[in-house]
């Protein structure tokens, strides 16, 4: 992810092109794979049709899932949507409740770090992005100069 300003007041965190030109090649190939298995689909068992369908939905995927970060000064909001087609999810932060930002180690994805916004310490931390521990650090730099918000003792190594 790569941290744009639109303007002194405006920014947005968005995905790199080689990002997005690996993508759509993957959609492409498992689409005319997915088109290929369509068409031969006559009394084939049921593997084939579930390979099929998940082929079609991780296409589909691929092709339309988006993540948008929006970071309004003015407005104290940053704005987080996932979206396909249609809205998947949204969510609005304020900036005047964030406390500091934080990047730490992924439990959940090995050789993965993550960008957390700290609110209170009584809260759960929000998981705002993940990445190599390289690009988190360049991001929360980013952000909490433009947020004018504290960075909390980075992951180092």
């Not at 579930?50 to 940053?78: C, E, M, P, Y």
């Not at 396909?84 to 932060?93: G, M």
């Not at 990047?103 to 929000?126: A, G, N």
Request: proline fraction near 1%; hydrophobic fraction near 45%; charge should be positive.
């Amino acid at each position: 992810m790569v941290f744009k300003q639109l303007s002194p007041t405006q920014a947005k965190i968005t995905t790199t092109r080689f990002s997005k030109i690996s993508r759509t090649i993957i959609s492409a190939i498992l689409a005319v794979l997915t088109i290929f298995m369509a068409t031969r689909l006559g009394d084939e068992n049921y593997g084939v049709v579930i390979g099929w369908a998940f082929g079609a939905l991780l296409g589909w995927h691929l092709l339309f899932a988006r993540k948008q970060i929006h970071i309004d000064i003015a407005n104290q909001t940053i704005s987080t949507r996932v979206s396909s087609i249609y809205l998947i999810a949204q969510q609005d932060i304020s900036i005047a409740d964030i406390k500091a930002f934080r990047v730490d180690k992924d439990s959940t994805r090995q050789h993965q770090y993550k960008l957390s916004i700290i609110m209170d310490e009584r809260l759960k931390p929000i998981r705002l992005e993940f990445g190599s521990l390289q690009s988190m650090n360049i991001l929360a730099e980013k952000l909490s100069d433009f947020c004018n918000k504290t960075l909390l003792n980075s992951a180092k190594y």
